[in-house]
């Protein structure tokens, strides 16, 4: 079995299925392999087995370019996702070049032989063996697969129930008729509360804080009227502008008219809840519209359960864990059966991966990122990185198609490896992320970091980054291109 590649991408996720199409539809003659370290391809659609996931943003913008969504809901259940993906890496014939249980652990970069070394470990065999490429594509998110977040909780041990974070949750866990207690405010919190409390369980949503919540039908009928009379591709590119255009205009009047923007959320929670809920209290955050992401209910299911009196909402802290439930701050008590512990993720740069140039060793914070797609000082290396205020999928597309583009500049040029160059952006560096939201600020100090203007600053606007990654010109003068290895010799030699 070969171990030696052009290309090498890690994750079989969104974007390492995304990553792929574009290579070998440029490429077809180009050697390249999937590192999947999980048995199964889907990622985030593979991980998560919770009651009631669902994505969090529309199908049509979620979706693959090359491939319609002709799904019926434009907010699909994570099954359903499953199989999108699976269906797409079967017709491309991109699942034959998976590799499963291929955990990447660290990566070398050579510059004089101009290629990637990496260490693999090998789950069937639990060896650890090298591959090599010419270039290195990391799909494998920014969350850590093994562990989700779960702070410091006191007396948890106490508690004779189950405490389940949905990262790890037990299909065998029995909730039916069952009084359950989900910590958070998030969207995965948001998800799981009607899901549990339409399957039986009498739910109490406690959160520290409020988030802004934003309800969306769950069937596009533009998109499904569009179907009707045009083509699949023209409909579906048709709806996808769409979807990108008004969420894109949505998140800029936020951020412009943080004000109007909050009246506007919290009013439709009003509408929704009527007077069963205390507003003010549960649904008005401290922070303004995008400080930290919106949550999406389809067809306001969450809101449903709470007018129908299936869901509690409790907006107070944690003092402690009890045998029977939870003791607050305000001295009030949750009696609990199950407690589910929806309080977030880890962030995890490269999936983990130890990255290494030449014998030093690379770090996040010591980097910075160009067009959302490279990291400053690494050569050959691309990541994928999805919008916080969109779907990962365009974002993710978008840096696939970018890497095609430099593949195709070096191909035309003799060059053997890219890298790019701070220089005096360097002084102007920020953070990676600009939300409040706890996972981002947990890792801030891991990430790599960002300018204040391009190619360094991050957009987090699909229409500016569709020019900037699929049309401006490659060349750059913060991009520096290298021949190979024995070209460079010579050059040295004859001068």
């Known amino acids: 079995m070969t171990r030696d590649f052009d290309v090498l991408i890690v994750g079989a996720g969104i974007s390492g299925i995304g990553a792929a199409y574009h290579l070998q539809e440029r490429f077809p003659a180009r050697t390249y392999a999937i590192l999947e370290g999980r048995e199964r391809l889907g990622g985030t659609w593979d991980l998560f087995r919770y009651p009631g996931i669902r994505s969090d943003s529309d199908m049509y913008t979620l979706g693959f370019s090359f491939r319609p969504w002709t799904g019926d809901d434009a907010i699909a259940d994570g099954a359903t996702i499953l199989e999108y993906l699976r269906d797409t890496a079967a017709a491309y014939g991109i699942d034959r070049h998976i590799r499963y249980r291929h955990t990447v652990e660290a990566a070398r970069w050579s ?19 090298a591959y090599r490429a010419r270039f290195l594509f990391a799909a494998a998110g920014y969350y850590d697969y093994a562990a989700g977040y779960t702070p410091e909780l006191a007396g948890r041990a106490r508690f004779r129930g189950p405490v389940v974070h949905p990262q790890h949750w037990d299909d065998g866990l029995d909730y ?119 949550c999406l209910v389809p067809d306001g299911d969450l809101f449903a359960a709470l007018r129908e009196g299936r869901v509690d909402i409790v907006t107070d802290e944690i003092e402690t864990f009890t045998e029977t439930g939870l003791r607050l701050r305000s001295g009030a008590e949750l009696a609990a059966d199950v407690i589910v512990t929806a309080t977030g993720l880890r962030m995890k740069l490269l999936g983990g991966i ?32 999805g919008y916080t205020n969109a779907s ?104």
């Open 392 to 495: 990962w999928t365009l974002k993710s597309e978008l840096t696939a198609v970018y890497v095609c583009r430099v593949l195709e500049h070096m191909e035309r040029g003799g060059f053997a490896s890219v890298v790019p160059r701070t220089g005096a952006a360097r002084t102007d560096e920020q953070p990676l992320i600009d939300l409040q939201s706890g996972y981002v600020q947990r890792a801030a100090d891991e990430l790599p970091r960002q300018g204040a203007a391009v190619p360094w600053r991050l957009h987090q606007n699909y229409v500016l980054d569709r020019r900037l990654l699929s049309r401006a010109p490659v060349e750059d003068p913060a991009l520096e291109f290298r021949p190979p290895p024995a070209a460079a010799h010579a050059a040295r030699a004859a001068s």
């Open 354 to 385: 130890a990255i290494d140039v030449d014998g030093k060793r690379v770090r996040g914070p010591d980097t910075m990122l160009y067009k959302g797609a490279m990291l400053s000082d690494v050569p050959n290396l691309a990541i994928a990185m």
């Open 111 to 129: 510059s004089a032989e101009a290629r990637w070394t990496l260490d693999v470990r090998d789950g069937a065999t639990g060896e650890l063996v």
């Open 176 to 294: 039916a008729g069952k009084r359950v207690v989900v910590i958070g405010s998030g969207a995965t919190a948001v998800t799981l509360v009607p899901a549990l409390a339409q399957r039986g369980a009498r739910v109490t949503m406690l959160q520290r804080s409020p988030t802004y919540i934003m309800s969306r039908p769950a069937r596009d009928r533009i998109a499904n009227l569009l179907r009707r009379y045009l083509p699949a591709q023209v409909a579906y590119d048709a709806t996808r502008w769409k979807n990108v255009l008004l969420a894109t205009a949505f998140y800029q009047y936020a951020r412009r008219f943080p004000e109007r923007a909050k009246k506007l959320l919290i009013g439709g929670v009003r509408r929704a809840v009527g007077d069963t809920v205390d507003v003010r209290t549960h649904f008005t955050p401290r922070y303004n519209p995008w400080d930290q992401r919106l």
